[in-house]
């Protein structure tokens, strides 16, 4: 047969030219081709992947869906993989890309191209240094023999740190059996930071979170002692030290939360979550005023959204009650340096200026 005929058989016949060449086209289905060419004595088998046409685009962020910032991504952290129908890569495509919100797509690193490689994958980095925060689209898109094909993805923009908030879970994961209360050395907790910036978005990086201990009239302790945000959220395991092998019954989860001091370690911007205080369980709290003379009111000002009710007596006046609600016959009494006096929480806090009687 001649040279640069076509056969619908696996063999295939054709002489070499004047130059000792011998061409033929050869087709065949996507997948893996063997090719093997025999002239007498000699022979030579190539092996390699045939692929079809573009049937699917992929966004893949590789580092994740969320960037911080004022900051340039690492090479190839954005990928776009083109495949056709069998899932198989397409390659020396070109891809475009786009991005908003600020920020900027760039292919100027090591192994980046907006072509895609023999795998079928383009690789770029995207730059937020001038991005707003927020969410931001991010897309690609290949064009070729009157088809196109896309796909996009939200990029969250977060800022620095600016809040942290604290959460709480009873652990019985490592019980097996029903436990005898009194014979309960430890209540543990699950403990979940996230750090959030201004927009309340979780950030984005590695943020250390150091977890301190603060207890009241019990041991406690957390490990690890410092954690790294993931995604925004750090995580601890808190374990509360019964007294005596007594179990403290007014240790719920709210008050695990205030038993747990956490900062963020982002260049001092971010101080205690808890702030200064003496730490109140959710119920009755029998105290000791300790600053000059206000009313009552002003005193639990800061934590009015979880007071029920203060009480106070005294010899001259008797029984006095006060309400954060607009109850009937209350009276926002005054508290002196060093008049006790009962406060009522429903939900833990903590609260400046007093001590416990």
Known sequence: MRSGITSSTSELTVRTSQTGEATALLSSEPGVVRIRATSGSASLTMEFELYGEPKALRLVPISGASMEF???GA?????????????????????TFAAGGGLVVSWEGDGESQTTDDSGAARVHLDSRSARLGSASLSAAWAG????????????????PVALYLSAQLSLADVEEVLIEEYVSSTRYRLQAEV????GQPVAGGYRVL???????????????????????????????HIDG???????????LLMAKAHVNNNGLIADLLGDGLPLQASWNDLVWRSQETTVSEAVSDIQHVVSAAWRWSSATG?????????????????????????VLNSAALLQNVERR
């Open 196 to 199: 959030v910036d201004r927009l």
């Open 75 to 95: 090479p190839g952290s954005i990928q776009a993989l083109l495949v056709d129908e069998r899932g198989q890569g397409v390659p020396n495509q070109r891809i």
């Open 211 to 241: 977890w301190r201990p603060l207890v009241v009239n019990a041991e406690a302790q957390v490990y690890p002692q410092i954690s790294v945000t993931q995604g925004g959220v750090a995580t601890a395991i808190f374990d509360l030290e």
């Open 145 to 160: 023999d009157g088809r196109s094909l896309s796909d996009e993805q939200t990029i969250k923009v977060t800022g620095t």
């Open 246 to 256: 007594v179990a403290q019954t007014d240790s719920t989860w709210a008050q695990a």
């Open 70 to 72: 004022g900051k340039v």
């Open 319 to 343: 029984w006095q009650a006060w309400f954060s609600g607009n109850v009937p016959g209350a009276v926002d009494f005054v508290l002196m340096p060093g008049d006790t006096f009962h406060l």
